[in-house]
């Protein structure tokens, strides 16, 4: 193709677009304010390498319902925690869509996906699977000694690190424990070593996965190049998800070899389904498996460990709430001691540290819906086929709600009788509303167990004799707002 052809055409497409965007413009007197539309492009401009921070600073001039023009795709943003009671609590139903990114698509996983559903006889099929036979209170009490292991196996690694004046990586370490946790759930098997040092391929598997369906994507702004994938995130998607659906595809045969020789006596989450999938086929096949198995490992390995990670810069950066922290666990369960899931109510200052984690660094910084059809909002019209975002990275620190937002201020909590369930909506980290994260049960029991454990059990101090106040705090977008930099801490005797 010679210069001339590629610039013609280029001008060609550009064209088509502009009159795309044109045409879809038209009619939206009525939609939310927001930042005039450049030509073609819309607002894409705008949004930077961090679209929730962006998108922030934006609500700061145009207000807690704006409107961004995103190629061709209507976008509302909502940022205030009135406005989201609104949209998750009195019009859930209208803004019960989900917005399927183009990343999502790979290998089909949107269409076997339970998250990524729309709501639907198939969704609530799903959710009633997942609750009933992993998240329910019953199946979770009897899968508790699993997650005391994999916590006692965490500790265990650390005092090896402790002996040796290592440091750990505390994101790897947790992610370990996690990984283990959720894989012997689902099929009674651990996937990682967890007194190896060594990285674990499925962690950046599942990062790679979570980082592209976050990235902004010309696919999901310009329908007419989904055939294109002009980024190659579908592409690049495609790969990761084959990696991990080539390992389920073999826990499955193997489990489905050891039923044929009558060998298989265990009651995890695969033998129930493939059960389920004996007895009524057209309700879930192995592609529904694969998918649930994908959403649980994405929801319950990168997040919570993310939340860990969080969690413990933030004490590194301020000891003096590590050493309250530490106190409260020395008062109330005995210094060095093992703490169990039932401990957790009675840790009053460590679901405080928890919920501050949650403010400010949320597990997923913007939450995506959609709208099925025009939807009237506080005298605003929403289009069909609109995308709309919660910024929960925003109203975390909302200077009109909360007192010295940018503080990391676990205290905070004790005057605010405050919940995560999707009730108190100036504190959303797991959504609200039928499209609340389904996970939540098994995180809220998970992480205070992981994160009082390493504190009762150890000391820690930077690595490299690191300043406290020097500790980067940068953060990675994605559709979980991850640490960009590892936490890397040397444990020490209590």
């Not at 639907?120 to 959710?127: A, K, N, T």
């Not at 990285?199 to 055939?227: C, R, T, W």
């Not at 009237?376 to 709309?388: A, N, T």
Request: hydrophobic content about 40%; aromatic content about 8%.
């Amino acid at each position: 193709m010679d210069y001339y052809t590629l610039v013609f055409g280029s001008i060609l497409v550009l064209s088509l677009l502009y009159i795309l965007a044109k045409l879809s413009s038209r009619g939206t007197k009525k939609l939310p304010p927001g930042p005039s539309p450049w030509p073609v492009i819309g607002n894409i401009h705008l949004l930077g390498a961090k679209p929730h921070i962006s998108m922030a600073n934006l609500a700061k001039i145009y207000g807690p319902i704006m409107s961004l023009k995103l190629g061709q795709l209507t976008t509302v943003v909502i940022s205030s925690s009135s406005m989201v009671k609104q949209v998750l609590k009195y019009q859930d139903q209208d803004f019960s869509g989900r917005f399927v990114p183009g990343a999502v698509r790979a290998h089909k996983y949107s269409k076997f996906s339970m998250p990524w559903s729309p709501i639907c006889p198939q969704w609530r099929m799903l959710r009633k699977i997942m609750n009933t036979n992993i998240i329910s209170s019953n199946r979770l009490d009897a899968n508790q000694h699993l997650r005391s292991q994999k916590v006692k196996e965490l500790i265990a690694y650390c005092a090896k690190c402790c002996q040796e004046g290592e440091a750990v990586d505390v994101g790897q370490a947790s992610f370990k424990a996690n990984l283990n946790l959720v894989s012997n759930t689902l099929f009674s098997k651990d996937l990682a070593d967890p007194f190896s040092d060594s990285k674990v391929e499925l962690k950046e598997v599942l990062s790679d996965i979570l980082a592209e369906i976050g990235k902004p994507n010309l696919v999901d702004f310009y329908p007419i190049l989904e055939k294109i994938d002009l980024q190659g995130i579908r592409r690049r998607t495609t790969i990761h998800v084959d990696k991990l659906f080539e390992l389920f595809d073999d826990l499955i045969n193997d489990r489905l070899e050891e039923k044929k020789k009558g060998s298989s006596e265990k009651s995890d989450a695969l033998e129930m389904f493939l059960t389920i999938n004996e007895e009524n086929p057209e309700e879930i096949d192995h592609n529904h498996i694969k998918s649930l198995f994908l959403d649980l490992f994405l929801g319950a390995t990168d997040t919570t460990t993310s939340t860990v990670e969080w969690a413990m810069a933030e004490m590194l950066k301020q000891p003096e709430i590590m050493k309250r922290a530490q106190a409260e666990l020395a008062e109330i369960i005995g210094k060095g001691k093992s703490i169990e899931e039932v401990d957790a109510s009675r840790l009053l200052y460590m679901q405080c540290i928890i919920k501050e984690t949650f403010r400010m660094h949320p597990p997923a910084s913007l939450i995506p819906r959609s709208v099925q059809q025009d939807v009237e909002l506080c005298d605003y019209v929403i289009p069909k086929g609109s995308q709309v975002l919660v910024n929960v990275w925003a109203i975390g620190r909302d200077i009109t709600f909360w007192e010295d937002p940018l503080v990391f201020k676990p205290e905070r909590f004790w005057s605010l009788d405050m919940d995560v369930r999707g009730q108190d909506f100036d504190l959303i980290p797991f959504s609200a509303g039928r499209r609340i994260c389904p996970g939540y049960p098994l995180a809220l029991r998970v992480i205070p167990v992981i994160l009082g454990s390493l504190l009762n059990s150890f000391n820690w101090k930077l690595e490299a004799d690191i300043e406290p106040k020097d500790l980067d705090m940068e953060e990675k977008f994605g559709l979980t707002l991850a640490k960009a930099h590892p936490v890397r801490a040397i444990p020490s005797p209590l």
